[in-house]
T-cell receptor
Framework: NAGVMQNPRHLVRRRGQEARLRCSPM?????VYWYRQLPEEGLKFMVY????????ESGMPKERFSAEFPKEGPSILRIQQVVRGDSAAYFC???????????FGPGTRLTVL | GEDVEQSLFLSVREGDSSVINCTYT??????LYWYKQEPGAGLQLLTY?????DMKQDQRLTVLLNKKDKHLSLRIADTQTGDSAIYFC?????????FGSGTKLNVKP
């Protein structure tokens, strides 16, 4: 049973470009969560999605950031017009319906030049 | 939101016990988790405790919860060099996790 998959593992973008981060949850999991980890800090919640629905986006910056979890395919975290402050590790986690136990992916490390 | 505090560093000798402490502010957290993060890797779930429990033991790991003081601890018995990592405390409520800044455990041979 494969774990949570994230790709790419490392992503380099120049200021103003777009970053697209993908997350495939564990098999059978329909809940996906995105977190951001700045250097030397803990993870900060960004958004919680179920298939085709955003359940809680209280941690998402108001502009440039969006997330989706379509009926088919991975969840996507999209950052438009990236800035240096977006450089961080972005982690995805998934859980089974009704379960609090979240399983984390290896993360995508975004570097903005 | 929830504020979660952890000390930043802990250094122990191999074979000793390690105790990593965590305080939090939201007494309505229903589950409290401990995760381990090795360099460049994601988070590995170590153990968790329900908020109506005060202790949970799982092999070398013991979790203690003092709900009144909102204090959680993780004890690792017979600490090994492979336990060197960052440990995150994460109280959770309604599928939302709140992470501390992590405690970096250094195990000296």
């Amino acid at each position: 049973n494969a774990g949570v998959m994230q790709n790419p593992r490392h992503l380099v973008r120049r200021r103003g470009q777009e970053a697209r981060l993908r997350c495939s949850p564990m098999k059978g999991h329909s809940h996906v969560y995105w977190y951001r980890q700045l250097p030397e800090e803990g993870l900060k919640f960004m958004v919680y999605l179920q298939k085709e629905n955003i359940i809680d986006e209280s941690g998402m910056p108001k502009e440039r950031f969006s997330a989706e979890f379509p009926k088919e395919g991975p969840s996507i975290l999209r950052i438009q017009q990236v800035v240096r402050g977006d450089s961080a590790a972005y982690f995805c986690a998934s859980s089974h319906d009704g379960s609090n136990e979240q399983f984390f992916g290896p993360g995508t490390r975004l570097t903005v030049l | 939101g929830e504020d979660v505090e952890q000390s930043l560093f802990l250094s122990v000798r191999e074979g000793d016990s390690s105790v990593i402490n965590c305080t939090y502010t939201d007494s309505s957290s229903t589950y409290l988790y401990w995760y381990k993060q090795e360099p460049g890797a994601g988070l590995q779930l170590l153990t968790y405790i329900f908020s109506n429990m005060d202790m949970k033991q799982d092999q070398r790991l013991t979790v203690l919860l003092n709900k009144k003081d909102k204090h959680l601890s993780l004890r690792i018995a017979d600490t090994q060099t492979g336990d060197s990592a960052i440990y995150f405390c994460a109280p959770a409520k309604l599928n939302k996790f709140y992470f501390g800044s992590g405690t970096k455990l250094n195990v000296k041979p």
